[in-house]
């Protein structure tokens, strides 16, 4: 990993919580919401406007575009920067369905990790 990704990276859940806690956490909201998803949202870099609440619990009929929206609501950022969203590192498209996105993509600990970057639209 380059110098600037290393002092710029950001300190995702993964990194702040062991991996026995993750799984409980995940296994508790499952086992109370079945028909939903657990769903971590997170900055890919720490100098992105960070996100109000990074846990959500999705409903699995829920399509990746509705997320998104969800998601933008949550970030205060400017009209002149535009939002791409990550699972695993590939771009999902807008129209996929939560549950084969979270079936295909989803961590040992169960939840579904998704990144966020921004980009300047207008120069």
Same mark, same amino acid.
């Given at each position: 990993?380059s110098?600037?990704l290393? +002092?710029?990276?950001?300190?995702?859940l993964?990194? =702040?919580?062991?991996?026995?806690?993750?799984?409980?956490?995940?296994?508790?909201?499952?086992?109370?919401?079945?028909?939903?998803?657990?769903?971590?949202?997170?900055?890919?870099?720490?100098?992105?406007?960070? &996100?109000?609440?990074?846990?959500?619990?999705?409903?699995?009929?829920m =399509?990746?575009?509705?997320?998104?929206? &969800?998601?933008?609501?949550?970030?205060?950022?400017?009209?002149?920067?535009?939002?791409?969203?990550?699972?695993?590192?590939?771009?999902?498209? =807008?129209?996929?369905?939560?549950? +084969?996105i979270? =079936?295909?993509n989803?961590?040992?600990?169960?939840?579904?990790?998704?990144?966020?970057?921004?980009?300047?639209?207008f120069?």
């Open positions: 990993m110098f600037f290393k +002092s710029n990276y950001y300190e995702s993964l990194d =702040t919580k062991s991996f026995e806690e993750r799984l409980s956490e995940s296994d508790k909201v499952l086992k109370k919401y079945p028909e939903r998803i657990p769903v971590i949202v997170e900055p890919l870099i720490k100098d992105i406007v960070n &996100i109000d609440k990074n846990k959500f619990i999705v409903s699995k009929d =399509t990746f575009g509705q997320l998104i929206y &969800i998601i933008r609501k949550r970030i205060n950022i400017e009209s002149s920067h535009a939002l791409f969203f990550s699972v695993n590192g590939n771009l999902c498209s =807008t129209g996929s369905d939560i549950l +084969s979270y =079936t295909d989803k961590n040992n600990d169960n939840f579904l990790y998704v990144k966020y970057t921004t980009e300047n639209t120069g």
